[in-house]
């Protein structure tokens, strides 16, 4: 039975066999017989390598430790409102502050870099949206249609799953798009973001168009 430690775009916990690309954690989320009791503990939410060092813990969800998440991709942890480890991603993490101190000034360090990616990323017990023109978000970015999560690739929207990028639909070349990824982060995507872990699942290129010129 798959443990629930799968993190949508929506930044919900699921519980689903598929392998994600992504590992990280934001505390300590499980009881001491390991079923999840809450969202987040604390702002320090990280995206991580699968694999560092040689680390393995096992079995996963021990009581007292943190609770190990996994994320289809990138894209997927930065819509969930995770940035790059400052430990196992160090290149990543030292580039991505680099941004952060152009977009936000004096603003330095991870302590502030969470503060307020936490404020941009949840709305009391819930996940904050917030509108943007559809032909100004970076390829990376997620937002919401029908309810679903939808990758912005190219020209084309992609239906999120576990497993991978679905359904394909016409990016609309207008118009105003109810934007998951946090505004901060929406920045690093359009900065060019390559990092250590994949920015996309592989199905993304599958589904997906050849870019924008």
Not at 113 to 138: K, W
């Amino acid at each position: 039975m798959p443990l629930q430690n799968r993190v949508t775009p929506f930044s919900e916990l699921v519980a689903d066999p598929a392998r994600g690309l992504v590992y990280g954690n934001r505390g300590c989320l499980h009881d001491s017989v390991g079923r999840i009791h809450r969202h987040h503990n604390g702002r320090r939410w990280i995206a991580c390598r699968l694999t560092f060092r040689g680390w393995h813990r096992a079995p996963l969800l021990q009581p007292g430790r943190f609770t190990e998440l996994f994320f289809l991709d990138e894209a997927t942890a930065f819509a969930a409102g995770h940035r790059p480890c400052a430990l196992c991603r160090r290149d990543d993490y030292v580039r991505f502050g680099a941004i952060w101190v152009e977009l936000h000034g004096g603003e330095a360090g991870a302590d502030a870099i969470d503060a307020r990616l936490h404020a941009e990323r949840r709305d009391g017990p819930g996940q904050r949206r917030h509108p943007a023109p559809f032909e100004e978000l970076p390829d990376g970015a997620f937002v919401v249609l029908d309810d679903q999560p939808w990758l912005v690739h190219g020209w084309s929207l992609l239906r999120w799953t576990a497993a991978g990028y679905a359904d394909r639909a016409p990016r609309p070349a207008r118009g105003q798009a109810t934007v998951i990824t946090p505004p901060s982060l929406l920045v690093v995507l359009a900065s060019g973001w390559h990092s250590a872990v994949p920015l996309l699942h592989q199905t993304a290129q599958l589904h997906g168009d050849q870019g924008r010129s």
